[in-house]
């Protein structure tokens, strides 16, 4: 069965750190991959997504994410966080051969201190 | 609409009874899907509308569980007889194609007391 691991289920920065959350998944025919965020008290909204090509694929807000398929690697990174991207963050995969459901890790919640 | 419409956001009932759920896709968006979200964890895959049939059910936890689309656009999730175990955000996503990024709704917290 498809599974995601995120490393890290807390995470606090201070601001102009850099961020990198990890994200694994166990599926090894072809996927899509997504991350996600969740601003406190917002609805879950897409953050970037992979299909095929560029393993390197930029997001909103700065963000970008690396598709490591030797590893099953999906890692989010931001070179210089803000207090305003404290939020909850999700990784998730389909599996292309899966069926339809896109499978979420636990998530990270990371917290920017001003 | 501009989103996914979810309705109530809120919904306490009493273990036993039965509940609905609503949701509202972006117009347009055949691709449907319903997750389960519970304290501390990542969205749960419940079920995928493709147009108004439901094309993989493989994650309604039992037969408590049924979700229709009867026209394509506006879903219904039902919950019978109801258990404490069943709390938790119900949320509702839309999208233009399948396997793609999807758009979330608000969600439904149900509470059974």
Not at chain 2, 41 to 54: C, V
């Amino acid at each position: 069965a498809q599974s995601v691991s995120q490393h890290n289920h807390h995470v606090i920065l201070s601001e102009a750190a850099s961020l990198e959350l990890g994200c694994n998944y166990s599926y090894g025919g072809t996927v899509n991959l997504f991350w996600y965020v969740q601003y406190p008290g917002q609805h879950l909204q897409l953050l970037l997504k992979y299909f095929s090509g560029d393993p390197l694929v930029k997001g909103i807000k700065g963000f970008e994410a690396e598709f490591i398929k030797s590893k099953f690697s999906f890692n989010l990174r931001k070179p210089s966080v803000q207090w305003s991207d404290t939020a909850e963050y999700f990784c998730a995969v389909n599996a292309l051969t899966g069926g339809f459901k896109t499978i979420f890790g636990a998530g990270t919640r990371l917290f920017v201190k001003a | 609409g501009a989103g996914v419409s979810q309705t109530p956001s809120n919904k306490v009932t009493e273990k036993g009874k039965y509940v609905e759920l609503r949701c509202d896709p972006i117009s347009g968006h055949t691709a449907l899907y319903w997750y389960r979200q519970s304290l501390g964890q990542g969205p749960e895959f419940l079920i995928y509308f493709q147009g108004t049939g439901a094309a993989d059910d493989s994650g309604l936890p039992n037969d408590r569980f049924f979700a229709v689309r009867p026209e394509g656009s506006v879903s219904t999730l039902k919950i019978q007889r109801t258990e404490r175990g069943d709390s938790a955000v119900y949320l509702c996503a839309s999208s233009a194609a399948d396997r793609g990024g999807y758009t979330f709704g608000s969600g439904t917290r149900l509470t059974v007391v």
